[in-house]
């Protein structure tokens, strides 16, 4: 809610609590220990993942396999930064999404998938079958387990920019997209050591043939699955914080169900080549154009949240009348940056960004405080993002203000069917004349 006067003349205060220092945290607790770990870690990931999916394709089929893999990543990649620009998340989470799919993931999957096909091959001594059930059966909860790993530490450790469903759905598809894309090189590599053996070439290749299927076919596969267990994370934001179990079955459910989706399609291979179709069709299609169907509904539903939750602050001087409309298009903000950019350069429009990015949480914390699912720092946060929105005021509002007279839909004028005193229609006709 908006607690301030009207028509403010001073920016809002945004330092910490009144009368109390700040506390030293533990050195474990400092932000730039915390990230230097992170990224220990992912880069020893990257380090091993790499050492090991050259030793299983050879620098040949390596160099093969990452060249043709990297080609659907920054479509997907570009699909889920459309997706995400009602409310855009920092860069440096897609970042650790993408590195902790592509080497932590990776390298967890590629541990536990082998180790548990073999222990299976050796207790039952026999191979084809624990290469079936891995990859019918561990393959998929290994993975999307090691996939959702990185939902789970965004929402936890970075809750501010985890508000929604389209939040969840962007964070799991691009770590997805990163693990599809170690996992093509190696399949890939794979492949093309296959075919250096066999001496086939072009269509008829192990390699044209795995393109096709992972590439061409489904390269959404991974990020479809995951997405599942996006959206469980994203209800669960969504969710007041006394609902303790709804926070924690949705996001289990939503897991559970992008293991049974990828356990399904990869028990496809198993069918034949006509039960491998049968699935892609009757049930990998359909779901994906559900999913796309519900998330872009999702991102409009978003965009009408901003127009109804900004006015209360029309109301009271922080916006002006013209912004809740302009906020609430993509295409009144697309046309108000590049205005900013036009008028002031490049740094206004990235400051138009950053207004529209702050208006947009302040219209989605105002929904959440006004449906009792407000968490206890309500009042700080709104304090907050009133502060970002002050210090750039002078170079947004214009910019959103004529991005709002450009883009308003017109106001048709209707003409009365019978003519009117002193109309053109009717120039002779004068009610004073006797």
């Known amino acids: 809610m908006a607690t301030f006067p009207p028509y403010p003349t001073h920016p809002p205060y945004a330092g910490g609590p009144a009368g109390g220092g700040a506390r030293h945290a533990h050195w474990w607790q400092r932000r730039w220990v915390r990230y230097g770990a992170l990224s220990t870690l992912l880069a020893l990931s990257g380090l091993v993942i ?21 080609l659907p ?31 932590a993931a990776a390298l967890i999957a590629i541990v536990a998938n082998s180790f548990a096909t073999r222990w299976i091959a050796t207790s039952t001594a026999d191979p084809a079958s624990a290469d079936t059930l891995g990859a019918t059966v561990i393959a998929p909860v290994v993975e999307e387990s090691a ?27 691009i770590t997805a997209t990163g693990f599809a894309f170690t996992e093509n090189i190696l399949y890939l590599g794979t ?3 296959t075919d250096q053996l066999t001496g086939d070439r072009g269509i008829a290749s192990v390699t044209a043939a795995t393109f096709f ?9 991974h990020p479809l699955f995951t997405v599942l267990t996006g959206i469980g994370f994203g209800v669960a934001a969504l969710s007041a914080e006394r609902q303790h179990v709804r926070r924690v079955l949705v996001p289990l459910s939503g897991l559970l169900l992008a293991m049974g ?34 998330v872009i509904w999702t991102r409009q539903r978003e965009l ?26 993509m295409r009144a903000r697309r046309t108000a940056r590049d205005y900013a950019r036009h008028r002031f350069g490049k740094p206004a429009r990235r400051t138009v960004a950053e207004y529209e990015a702050y208006a947009t949480s ?49 106001v048709p004028v209707v003409t009365p069917p019978w003519p009117a005193y002193g109309h053109p229609a009717n120039p002779a006709y004068n009610p004073y004349r006797h």
């Open 362 to 410: 302040l219209a989605f914390l105002r929904h959440r405080g006004r449906r009792g699912r407000a968490d206890a720092d309500f009042v700080v946060r709104e304090r907050e993002l009133l502060a970002e929105l002050w210090w750039r005021r002078e170079i947004a509002r214009p910019a959103l203000d004529h991005a709002a007279r450009m883009t308003a839909p017109p």
């Open 213 to 221: 299927v992972r590439v061409i076919m489904s390269p959404f596969a």
């Open 147 to 173: 996939k959702a790993a990185a939902v789970l530490l965004v929402f936890l450790f970075r809750r501010r920019d985890f508000t929604g469903i389209v939040d969840g759905v962007v964070i799991a598809g």
């Open 73 to 103: 990543v920054p479509l997907l990649v570009a699909a889920f930064r459309w997706l995400d620009r009602v409310a855009p998340g920092p860069w440096r989470n897609l970042v650790f999404a993408f590195a902790w799919g592509a080497c």
């Open 50 to 70: 790499l050492a090991l999916v050259r030793e299983q394709t050879g620098t040949e089929g390596f160099l093969v396999g990452l060249g043709l893999a990297v």
């Open 304 to 329: 009408r949240t901003v127009r109804e939750e900004l006015p209360p602050y029309v109301l009271a001087g922080w916006l002006t009348p013209a912004e809740p409309y302009a906020l609430g298009s």
């Open 191 to 193: 492949a093309f050591g």
């Open 261 to 294: 989706m990828h356990a399904l399609w990869n028990g496809s291979a198993t069918f034949g080549g006509f039960g491998f179709f049968a699935v892609y069709a009757a049930f990998m299609v359909p779901a994906f154009g559900l999913l796309t169907w519900l």
